[in-house]
């Protein structure tokens, strides 16, 4: 069976040769942004290195008990350690707990192996302790640690691992992928290469989540009735928003994402820069909202929503947060 993953050749020819013998690594890092495939290379690594049935050298049949185990992420010797729910951080207990694992023989495969995505949200004291495994590692150890970048990581630990990048695929090339493999209807697969930049992860989760689109619809609804509303209006909205039973802070980084998208399209088109839009559906609105407001303005909004999104995420008021984006943004009516 082929690797079945759009894209990323040369990372996959990377691993399927560090399968043999002799060449596996204790650890590695995989980079890219979220949903470029990260965890989904790092558990076609693991079939192929634990595969009952490998059909040649570096691949894995996909069927066998290993394999299924793998897919399910209930493999014996397979460990994914997440941030837990309600916390922002991984933090250095769950990494002691690893290490405790990563101390006893495998169950039946070469290696125990760790798989650890997103470590750029380790705190601290989770990647100092890290490095212990790293720079000591059991000899049947198999580390794998996903993150958006090298940088975002302790230049200690990245130094000790095998780096692997991986980059979002061609809008075009998602796109055909989407149709010819995953039979999406080709409107549909067209939007979805938009909307994700390429990223094949995110577009098949979004195709499975309809209610996620339909959201982001209304968030750009909301913001085109926003852009010909008075303040008293937009300040009514918010009061709107927080009536509903989704968390404020969550629901309001939601729509700062989402209009920090159409922004960044609407940037693209005054400024007739040759790159594809993410939001095709509101085209018009992009074209006539770029019409009238300069460079100078939009790059004005564009940096007040990323300091919307650092502000939430820094736990500041999400309701002062979002009336303070609302009353700066123009006013277009």
């Known amino acids: 069976m082929q690797w079945d993953i759009l894209g990323h050749e040369t990372a996959i020819n990377f691993l399927k040769n560090h399968t043999k013998p002799g060449k596996t690594r204790h650890a590695y890092l995989i980079t890219g942004p979220e949903g470029v495939g990260r965890e989904t290379l790092s558990l076609a690594f693991a079939k192929a290195l634990n595969c009952q049935n490998p059909p040649s050298e570096g691949e894995f049949c996909g069927l066998c008990l290993a394999c299924r185990q793998i897919n399910e992420q209930r493999y014996p010797d397979l460990m994914t350690l997440r941030v837990t729910e309600g916390s922002k951080d991984l933090k250095i207990d769950q990494i002691r707990e690893m290490q405790k694992m990563l101390a006893l023989a495998p169950y039946q495969s070469r290696y125990r192996i760790v798989l650890i995505p997103d470590f750029q949200n380790a705190t601290i004291g989770a ?3 890290l490095l212990k495994s790293l720079e000591e590692p059991p000899s049947k150890a198999l580390l794998i640690l996903t993150a958006d970048a090298k940088e975002s ?21 998602l ?3 989407l149709v010819e493999d995953k039979a999406i209807e080709q409107s549909s697969a067209k939007r979805l290469a938009h ?5 094949v992860g995110t577009a098949l989760s979004l195709n499975e989540k309809p209610g996620e689109l339909e959201a982001y619809d209304e968030a750009l609804e909301d913001l085109a009735n926003l852009l010909q509303s008075k303040l008293r209006d937009r300040l009514q909205y918010v009061e709107k928003r927080l009536s509903k039973k989704a968390a404020p802070r969550e629901q309001f980084a939601f729509l700062v994402a989402t209009w920090l998208s159409f922004w960044r399209d609407v940037m693209i088109i005054r400024e007739g820069a040759r790159v594809p839009l993410v939001n095709l559906k509101q085209t018009d609105l992009i074209k006539k909202t770029a019409e009238v407001i300069d460079p100078n303005q939009i790059e004005t909004v564009l940096k007040m929503h990323e300091r919307s999104l650092g502000l939430l995420d820094s736990y500041v008021n999400p309701r002062l947060v979002i009336e303070n984006l609302l009353l700066q943004i123009p006013i277009l009516g």
Do not use: K
Request: net charge positive.
């Open 153 to 173: 990581l302790l230049e200690t630990i990245a130094s000790r691992c095998e780096v692997l990048r991986l980059r979002p695929s061609g809008i075009q090339e």
């Open 127 to 129: 990647s100092n302790a």
């Open 175 to 177: 796109e055909r992928y």
């Open 195 to 199: 909307l994700t930049a390429g990223r």
